[in-house]
C-alpha cells in the first residue's frame, strides 16, 4: 500500500448481527498483535463506546496499547470541512421562514453523516499515526451509501456547480440586491470545489485502493445471508473489493451435541457450507456464541484472536477481481465481476462516455477510456457472475 496510508478495514451487515463486536475485535486483536489500530464508527447510533466500556466522542481517544477509538460526530466534522456551504444552506432555509434551529437541523442534508464519516476516515488514514483503520458501519443500507457516496455525491456536485455558476455569473453586485434569495458567495463554490476536487477524489481512490476492503458479518439465518448477498453484488458493481465473510455466533461443538441443540447445530453447519460456497472464493472466518457478552478490551482481543485463528488481522484475505477493459477479437470488452447477479435484474446501456449499468435497485455510471468513449454497445451478457459488456466501432452513415 502507499508510503503513509493505513488498511482499512469495514466491517458490514445486517442489523443485530454484530457488526460492533467483530469491529472492535478485530482491533483489539491487532493491536495486541502490535499494530497501531484505530476504530472508528461510522455508525450513526454508536454502540462502539459501550462494546469497549469507554466513553468517546469525536477525537481519538486511546483505550489500549497502540489502540485508538472514536465515534464520528456528523455535525462537527461537516462544520470543519464544509463550514460554508452549511451557513450558506441556513441561510437559505431561514429565508424561507424557518426557524434557526430547525434550519440547523435541515442544512444536515441527506448523506451528510456518511459524508461526515467518510471525511474524518480519509483525514486519519493519510495522517500516518495508524497502520490499521477498522470501521464499524450502519446496517447494510447506510453502509452502501457511504461507500458509493464519493461517486454519486462528485456527478451530483458536478451538475449542480454548473448551475450555481451560471446563476452567479449574470447577477451583479446591483441585481444580487434585488433578487429575494440569498444567493451563494465565493466562498461556497470555494468550499465545493474543495470538496469536489480534493477531497472526494482523494476519498473515493481510498475506498477503490489496494488498502481498503469490506467484511460483511452474517449469521446462520436464512433473511441475513440474503441481504448479504446483495451486499457482496452491490459492492462489486462500485468496484468496491470484499476480502471475507464472518460467519458470527455460531453454536460450539460441545453445545451442538446437545439434544437440545442438535437441530441448530446441523443447520448452522448447512448454511456454513451455503455460505462458503456462495461466496467463494472469499475465506469464511467462524466466530462462536460467547458465554456472555463479549465487552471491553481484553475479552475483544480474545475474541478477535478465535477469530482469525492465526491469521493476521490487517492482511488482504483474499484478492477480488476487479472491472477490466480488454481488446476483443471485433473491438473491445469490458468485464465487470458481479456475483450473485441475475440477467432479468440487468440492464446495460452507453451514454456518451460511461457505461450505465443497473443491477437491482443499483445503477452506476461507469467511464469509459477515451479511446472506447467513441464505440458503440454491441451486447452485454451474463456469464457465471461476470458482466461481459461488448464494444465496436459504429456503423458507418451515410
Same mark, same amino acid.
Given at each position: 500500500?502507499?508510503?503513509?496510508?493505513?488498511?482499512?478495514?469495514?466491517?458490514?451487515?445486517?442489523?443485530?448481527?454484530?457488526?460492533?463486536?467483530?469491529?472492535?475485535?478485530?482491533?483489539?486483536?491487532?493491536?495486541?498483535?502490535?499494530?497501531?489500530?484505530?476504530?472508528?464508527?461510522?455508525?450513526?447510533?454508536?454502540?462502539?463506546?459501550?462494546?469497549?466500556?469507554?466513553?468517546?466522542?469525536?477525537?481519538?481517544?486511546?483505550?489500549?496499547?497502540?489502540?485508538?477509538?472514536?465515534?464520528?460526530?456528523?455535525?462537527?466534522?461537516?462544520?470543519?470541512?464544509?463550514?460554508?456551504?452549511?451557513?450558506?444552506?441556513?441561510?437559505?432555509?431561514?429565508?424561507?421562514?424557518?426557524?434557526?434551529?430547525?434550519?440547523?437541523?435541515?442544512?444536515?442534508?441527506?448523506?451528510?453523516?456518511?459524508?461526515?464519516?467518510?471525511?474524518?476516515?480519509?483525514?486519519?488514514?493519510?495522517?500516518?499515526?495508524?497502520?490499521?483503520?477498522?470501521?464499524?458501519?450502519?446496517?447494510?443500507?447506510?453502509?452502501?451509501?457511504?461507500?458509493?457516496?464519493?461517486?454519486?455525491?462528485?456527478?451530483?456536485?458536478?451538475?449542480? !456547480? &454548473?448551475?450555481?455558476? =451560471?446563476?452567479?455569473? /449574470? +447577477?451583479?453586485?446591483? %441585481?444580487? #440586491?434585488?433578487?429575494?434569495?440569498? $444567493?451563494?458567495?465565493?466562498?461556497?463554490?470555494?468550499?465545493?470545489?474543495?470538496?469536489?476536487?480534493?477531497?472526494?477524489?482523494?476519498?473515493?481512490?481510498?475506498?477503490?485502493?489496494?488498502?481498503?476492503?469490506?467484511?460483511?458479518?452474517?449469521?446462520?439465518?436464512?433473511?441475513?445471508?440474503?441481504?448479504?448477498?446483495?451486499?457482496?453484488?452491490?459492492?462489486?458493481?462500485?468496484?468496491?473489493?470484499?476480502?471475507?465473510?464472518?460467519?458470527?455466533?455460531?453454536?460450539?461443538?460441545?453445545?451442538?451435541?446437545?439434544?437440545?441443540?442438535?437441530?441448530?447445530?446441523?443447520?448452522?453447519?448447512?448454511?456454513?457450507?451455503?455460505?462458503?460456497?456462495?461466496?467463494?472464493?472469499?475465506?469464511? !472466518? &467462524?466466530?462462536?456464541? =460467547?458465554?456472555?457478552? /463479549? +465487552?471491553?478490551?481484553? %475479552?475483544? #482481543?480474545?475474541?478477535?484472536?478465535? $477469530?482469525?485463528?492465526?491469521?493476521?488481522?490487517?492482511?488482504?484475505?483474499?484478492?477480488?477481481?476487479?472491472?477490466?477493459?480488454?481488446?476483443?477479437?471485433?473491438?473491445?470488452?469490458?468485464?465487470?465481476?458481479?456475483?450473485?447477479?441475475?440477467?432479468?435484474?440487468?440492464?446495460?446501456?452507453?451514454?456518451?462516455?460511461?457505461?450505465?449499468?443497473?443491477?437491482?435497485?443499483?445503477?452506476?455510471?461507469?467511464?469509459?477510456?477515451?479511446?472506447?468513449?467513441?464505440?458503440?454497445?454491441?451486447?452485454?451478457?451474463?456469464?457465471?457472475?461476470?458482466?461481459?459488456?461488448?464494444?465496436?466501432?459504429?456503423?458507418?452513415?451515410?
Amino acid at each position: 500500500m502507499p508510503s503513509g496510508t493505513a488498511r482499512v478495514v469495514f466491517y458490514t451487515g445486517k442489523g443485530g448481527v454484530g457488526k460492533t463486536t467483530t469491529a472492535a475485535a478485530t482491533a483489539a486483536h491487532a493491536a495486541a498483535r502490535g499494530a497501531r489500530t484505530l476504530v472508528l464508527s461510522a455508525d450513526p447510533a454508536h454502540s462502539l463506546g459501550d462494546v469497549l466500556a469507554v466513553p468517546l466522542g469525536a477525537e481519538p481517544r486511546p483505550v489500549a496499547p497502540q489502540l485508538d477509538a472514536i465515534e464520528v460526530d456528523a455535525r462537527a466534522e461537516m462544520e470543519r470541512h464544509w463550514g460554508s456551504i452549511r451557513d450558506y444552506l441556513v441561510a437559505l432555509f431561514r429565508h424561507q421562514g424557518i426557524e434557526e434551529v430547525v434550519a440547523d437541523e435541515l442544512a444536515l442534508l441527506p448523506g451528510a453523516e456518511e459524508m461526515a464519516s467518510l471525511l474524518a476516515l480519509e483525514e486519519h488514514a493519510g495522517s500516518g499515526r495508524y497502520e490499521l483503520i477498522v470501521v464499524d458501519c450502519a446496517p447494510t443500507g447506510s453502509t452502501l451509501r457511504l461507500v458509493t457516496l464519493p461517486e454519486v455525491a462528485s456527478r451530483t456536485l458536478r451538475l449542480v !456547480l &454548473r448551475v450555481q455558476r =451560471a446563476l452567479a455569473a /449574470v +447577477v451583479t453586485p446591483i %441585481a444580487r #440586491a434585488l433578487v429575494p434569495v440569498p $444567493l451563494p458567495g465565493s466562498e461556497v463554490f470555494r468550499d465545493a470545489d474543495r470538496l469536489l476536487y480534493g477531497r472526494l477524489a482523494a476519498i473515493r481512490a481510498l475506498l477503490l485502493g489496494p488498502a481498503t476492503s469490506v467484511r460483511l458479518v452474517v449469521t446462520p439465518e436464512r433473511m441475513v445471508i440474503d441481504e448479504a448477498v446483495r451486499a457482496h453484488m452491490d459492492l462489486c458493481l462500485f468496484e468496491v473489493a470484499c476480502d471475507a465473510v464472518v460467519m458470527n455466533r455460531l453454536l460450539p461443538p460441545e453445545a451442538a451435541a446437545e439434544s437440545f441443540f442438535e437441530d441448530w447445530g446441523r443447520v448452522q453447519e448447512e448454511r456454513c457450507a451455503e455460505v462458503a460456497e456462495l461466496f467463494a472464493p472469499l475465506p469464511l !472466518l &467462524r466466530a462462536p456464541l =460467547a458465554r456472555d457478552e /463479549v +465487552v471491553r478490551v481484553a %475479552a475483544l #482481543a480474545e475474541h478477535g484472536a478465535r $477469530l482469525f485463528a492465526g491469521a493476521a488481522p490487517t492482511a488482504r484475505l483474499c484478492q477480488a477481481s476487479r472491472l477490466r477493459f480488454a481488446r476483443a477479437r471485433d473491438g473491445w470488452r469490458v468485464d465487470v465481476p458481479l456475483p450473485h447477479a441475475r440477467g432479468a435484474a440487468l440492464d446495460v446501456a452507453k451514454l456518451d462516455d460511461a457505461l450505465l449499468i443497473r443491477a437491482g435497485a443499483l445503477r452506476r455510471a461507469v467511464p469509459l477510456p477515451r479511446k472506447l468513449a467513441r464505440l458503440s454497445l454491441a451486447s452485454a451478457k451474463l456469464e457465471a457472475g461476470l458482466l461481459v459488456v461488448r464494444l465496436v466501432a459504429p456503423e458507418p452513415t451515410g
